[in-house]
């Protein structure tokens, strides 16, 4: 593979493109929405939940498991080899076809295989390797690597994959619909079948106790791959190793789910050792004898045993491949896997395999293309959390490299409202011209993007100077945990909330906290968010055991003392410590807090009815809490409005991203599909992100509010 070099010239070579948008756009929407309907219930929290205590065990067991593995495939007549890199893993393959005379070799559709380049070392022994899988075939006609995990050539159009067989296989009068290209390519591949001395496929799972294999697919080439050949070769990873045959059922219920959106893959196959049947030559290529069957299983390390004893990473290991993180994956939907990938994992698991696989340079080039907004962990049938691996990540190569005076300053969001906030009757006028904020480019932002306002008067110095509202009979207590951005850039959402929790019927008193953590963690500055985390932990869990609900109006707050806090403190923390836990599940957002105030019947709010329309975008990190609908559901609270709820995967800021120079195309063209869908309805638009708001105030033109400024305003 070509060195990469430039991440931002890659971003805008694809979306230049004029087929890559349609070909993914089509192909996304339709997994997705067949994912949809596959899950209609079925209770896929309780199902993954399954999924992940089995793999948790398995890969905790990985080391018996893989000598029970071995013992008893050997038994069975099968040879294994337990191959340390992958060029021992393709060197391996490669050397036992030139001992058996193998000159053309048949392949179903292997990840693994892509990992360890095995087509290149059979190449270069002289061996001619057939890919026949339907888009693993294109592919390799085209000279590519996969664009997908279980889609390979989702990046082509039809017209694409005509043209491509018209030239690669001399076709003057290509067919054009699907069902005839799919007939030519089949047609192509019996021949290659039937004269093949060697199959070779990977695994979706390795059962220890049977040596069985379990592949599942849609084309039937696994079964030819495996039965017609007389030599065949599995190549697979470690991590692929479950114990019982029992423990594949659950996968198989929720795999095909998360990854076509069927019910059952066409064809799952069980295959355990040798074939009894002796093999038929129907016209090898060697021209040789019949010969005896043999099985070859190739387990692959290259790196998955170091990441098992690495608890930062070990959750890579979980991954069953079926590529439901890509299809959810904002930035991935729109560049796809050749910009967004590692060779040859594509996307934010991609990059977390391409780290622990050995190809740390590959890792740190995508890395900063996850955007951390959690909607491939809300649809991970395992529930890897792969933002925080490619956080991780990040401030591996931070640690190594050193952080750049832009880590620094997006690392800092409290420091630079410490700073601006006073002076903002200088600063705002000075970041509004752009030719003031040119220089900024030298240090790898985007001059033409919009700097935040700051506010004189932050939050904290407003409740200040307001003093403690006295709440008679207060029905709760709430401590609002104050974000640097509402402090010193949005105090009016702040104050908004102050009066509609008190005028709910809340004492409310702010939390002295440090910042969140957030904006240093997407930095990759992990230090700095552990010692806020720290801080803010115990004061959190004072006030919680003083009574208090913890309540944010950032969702990239709540998820950072939700979800991050447990992993930034977990090896820190003393054993028994259950203070994150307390914090986490007695902090809420302030739109969740509001509505189940109402459905419990305590809140006292009175509202007046507002004649009014409003269009609201969900929060990433609200949909991967679930409480997505939490925001839409509070405004319906006031009488006589009308409210849409706009489906967006991500509206492309994400807090420091969009304004990153290399990514700012990016985050527009992420913007631009949310801006299209906002603007085919009148009314407010309303969030409750800063950086969301922040978006469509620049992409739209239009302003922008939070649930609690509107419902402010119906406070009788």
């Given at each position: 593979?070509?060195?990469?070099?430039?991440?931002?010239?890659?971003?805008?070579?694809?979306?230049?493109?004029?087929?890559?948008?349609?070909?993914?756009?089509?192909?996304?929407?339709?997994?997705?929405?067949?994912?949809?309907?596959?899950?209609?219930?079925?209770?896929?929290?309780?199902?993954?939940?399954?999924?992940?205590?089995?793999?948790?065990?398995?890969?905790?067991?990985?080391d018996v498991l893989l000598a029970r593995l071995v013992e008893v495939v050997e038994q069975r007549g099968g040879h294994v080899i337990v191959a340390a890199t992958a060029t021992e893993a393709s060197d391996y393959v490669a050397r036992l076809a030139v001992e058996r005379g193998v000159r053309l070799v048949v392949k179903s559709k292997s990840m693994v295989t892509e990992?360890?380049?095995?087509?290149?070392?059979?190449?270069?022994?002289?061996?001619?390797?057939?890919?026949?899988?339907?888009?693993?075939?294109?592919?390799?006609?085209?000279?590519?690597?996969?664009?997908?995990?279980?889609?390979?050539?989702?990046?082509?159009?039809?017209?694409?994959?005509?043209?491509l067989f018209a030239e690669k296989m001399g076709l003057a009068d290509p067919p054009t619909e699907a069902e005839d290209l799919t007939r030519l390519v089949r047609d192509d591949l019996r021949e290659r079948f039937l004269q093949a001395d060697m199959g070779?496929?990977?695994?979706?799972?390795?059962?220890?106790?049977?040596?069985?294999?379990?592949?599942?697919?849609?084309?039937?080439?696994?079964?030819?791959?495996?039965?017609?050949?007389?030599?065949?070769?599995?190549?697979?990873?470690?991590?692929?190793?479950?114990?019982?045959?029992?423990?594949?059922?659950?996968?198989?219920?929720?795999?095909?789910?998360?990854?076509?959106?069927?019910?059952?893959?066409?064809?799952?196959?069980?295959?355990?050792?040798?074939?009894?049947?002796?093999?038929?030559?129907?016209?090898?290529?060697t021209g040789s004898t019949v010969r005896e069957r043999e099985f070859h299983l190739v387990i692959v390390d290259n790196g998955r045993g170091a990441a098992a004893a690495d608890p930062e990473l070990r959750e890579t290991l979980y991954c069953i491949r079926c590529g439901a993180c890509l299809n959810a994956?904002?930035?991935?939907?729109?560049?796809?896997?050749?910009?967004?990938?590692?060779?040859?994992?594509?996307?934010?698991?991609?990059?977390?395999?391409?780290?622990?696989?050995?190809?740390?340079?590959?890792?740190?080039?995508?890395?900063?293309?996850?955007?951390?907004?959690?909607?491939?962990?809300?649809?991970?049938?395992?529930?890897?959390?792969?933002?925080?691996l490619n956080t991780v990540i990040r401030a591996r190569a931070k640690a190594e490299g050193g952080l750049g005076w832009r880590d620094r300053m997006f690392a800092r969001a409290d420091l630079l409202g410490a700073v601006l906030s006073p002076l903002a009757p200088l600063a705002n006028p000075l970041m509004a011209a752009r030719a003031a904020r040119a220089p900024m480019r030298l240090i790898g932002i985007d001059p033409a993007r919009r700097p935040p306002r700051y506010?004189?008067?932050?939050?904290?110095?407003?409740?200040?100077?307001?003093?403690?509202?006295?709440?008679?009979?207060?029905?709760?207590?709430?401590?609002?945990?104050?974000?640097?951005?509402?402090?010193?850039?949005?105090?009016?959402?702040?104050?908004?909330?102050?009066?509609?929790?008190?005028?709910?019927?809340?004492?409310?008193?702010?939390?002295?906290?440090?910042?969140?953590?957030?904006?240093?963690?997407?930095?990759?500055?992990?230090?700095?968010a552990r010692g806020w985390a720290a801080n803010n932990v115990e004061e959190l869990a004072r006030l919680v055991d003083e009574g208090y609900d913890i309540v944010c109006l950032e969702p990239s707050c709540l998820s950072a003392l939700r979800d991050d806090y447990r992993r930034l403190l977990e090896t820190t923390l003393p054993a028994g410590d259950e203070r994150v836990a307390l914090v986490g599940s007695n902090v809420y957002d302030v739109t969740e807090y509001l509505v189940q105030a109402a459905r419990e019947g305590w809140s006292r709010l009175r509202l007046e009815p507002l004649v009014e329309r409003f269009v609201v975008h969900g929060h990433c990190h609200q949909k991967a809490l679930g409480i997505g609908s939490a925001p839409a559901e509070l405004l319906r609270l006031i009488p006589g409005v009308v409210v849409h709820e706009v489906e967006a995967l991500c509206c492309g800021m994400v807090g420091s991203f969009g304004y990153k120079?290399?990514?700012?195309?990016?985050?527009?063209?992420?913007?631009?599909?949310?801006?299209?869908?906002?603007?085919?309805?009148?009314?407010?638009?309303?969030?409750?992100?800063?950086?969301?708001?922040?978006?469509i105030e620049m992409g739209t033109e239009r302003l922008v509010a939070h649930p609690v400024e509107v419902l402010v305003r119906a406070l009788r």
């Amino acid at each position: 593979m070509a060195l990469r070099t430039d991440i931002g010239a890659e971003i805008h070579s694809a979306l230049a493109s004029p087929t890559l948008g349609r070909a993914l756009e089509s192909a996304m929407a339709t997994l997705g929405s067949r994912r949809a309907l596959a899950f209609e219930g079925l209770d896929f929290q309780a199902g993954r939940s399954q999924l992940r205590s089995i793999k948790e065990d398995a890969i905790e067991r990985n080391d018996v498991l893989l000598a029970r593995l071995v013992e008893v495939v050997e038994q069975r007549g099968g040879h294994v080899i337990v191959a340390a890199t992958a060029t021992e893993a393709s060197d391996y393959v490669a050397r036992l076809a030139v001992e058996r005379g193998v000159r053309l070799v048949v392949k179903s559709k292997s990840m693994v295989t892509e990992e360890v380049h095995l087509n290149a070392a059979l190449e270069a022994v002289g061996v001619e390797v057939i890919e026949t899988d339907l888009g693993e075939r294109i592919i390799q006609l085209a000279d590519e690597r996969p664009s997908h995990l279980i889609v390979p050539a989702v990046h082509k159009t039809k017209a694409e994959v005509i043209d491509l067989f018209a030239e690669k296989m001399g076709l003057a009068d290509p067919p054009t619909e699907a069902e005839d290209l799919t007939r030519l390519v089949r047609d192509d591949l019996r021949e290659r079948f039937l004269q093949a001395d060697m199959g070779v496929t990977g695994a979706n799972f390795v059962v220890a106790d049977t040596g069985t294999l379990v592949v599942v697919e849609n084309e039937g080439n696994v079964r030819l791959s495996t039965q017609l050949p007389p030599i065949h070769v599995a190549v697979t990873g470690r991590e692929k190793i479950l114990e019982r045959l029992e423990d594949v059922a659950p996968f198989l219920e929720l795999l095909p789910r998360s990854a076509t959106g069927q019910l059952l893959t066409s064809y799952v196959s069980f295959i355990t050792g040798t074939p009894s049947t002796p093999p038929l030559d129907l016209g090898r290529a060697t021209g040789s004898t019949v010969r005896e069957r043999e099985f070859h299983l190739v387990i692959v390390d290259n790196g998955r045993g170091a990441a098992a004893a690495d608890p930062e990473l070990r959750e890579t290991l979980y991954c069953i491949r079926c590529g439901a993180c890509l299809n959810a994956c904002a930035p991935y939907t729109r560049v796809g896997g050749h910009v967004y990938g590692a060779d040859p994992y594509p996307g934010g698991i991609g990059c977390a395999w391409a780290q622990v696989t050995g190809d740390v340079e590959g890792a740190a080039h995508i890395n900063g293309l996850c955007t951390t907004c959690s909607r491939c962990t809300e649809v991970c049938p395992v529930n890897i959390d792969i933002p925080w691996l490619n956080t991780v990540i990040r401030a591996r190569a931070k640690a190594e490299g050193g952080l750049g005076w832009r880590d620094r300053m997006f690392a800092r969001a409290d420091l630079l409202g410490a700073v601006l906030s006073p002076l903002a009757p200088l600063a705002n006028p000075l970041m509004a011209a752009r030719a003031a904020r040119a220089p900024m480019r030298l240090i790898g932002i985007d001059p033409a993007r919009r700097p935040p306002r700051y506010e004189r008067e932050t939050l904290e110095a407003w409740f200040l100077r307001r003093g403690r509202a006295r709440v008679p009979r207060p029905e709760r207590r709430v401590a609002l945990f104050v974000d640097c951005f509402v402090n010193h850039n949005l105090p009016r959402v702040g104050r908004a909330a102050v009066v509609t929790l008190e005028r709910a019927g809340a004492e409310v008193v702010l939390a002295h906290t440090s910042c969140c953590g957030r904006p240093a963690m997407s930095q990759g500055s992990l230090e700095i968010a552990r010692g806020w985390a720290a801080n803010n932990v115990e004061e959190l869990a004072r006030l919680v055991d003083e009574g208090y609900d913890i309540v944010c109006l950032e969702p990239s707050c709540l998820s950072a003392l939700r979800d991050d806090y447990r992993r930034l403190l977990e090896t820190t923390l003393p054993a028994g410590d259950e203070r994150v836990a307390l914090v986490g599940s007695n902090v809420y957002d302030v739109t969740e807090y509001l509505v189940q105030a109402a459905r419990e019947g305590w809140s006292r709010l009175r509202l007046e009815p507002l004649v009014e329309r409003f269009v609201v975008h969900g929060h990433c990190h609200q949909k991967a809490l679930g409480i997505g609908s939490a925001p839409a559901e509070l405004l319906r609270l006031i009488p006589g409005v009308v409210v849409h709820e706009v489906e967006a995967l991500c509206c492309g800021m994400v807090g420091s991203f969009g304004y990153k120079v290399e990514y700012s195309e990016l985050s527009q063209a992420l913007g631009a599909r949310l801006f299209t869908r906002l603007n085919e309805h009148e009314g407010q638009v309303v969030t409750c992100g800063i950086s969301c708001r922040s978006q469509i105030e620049m992409g739209t033109e239009r302003l922008v509010a939070h649930p609690v400024e509107v419902l402010v305003r119906a406070l009788r």
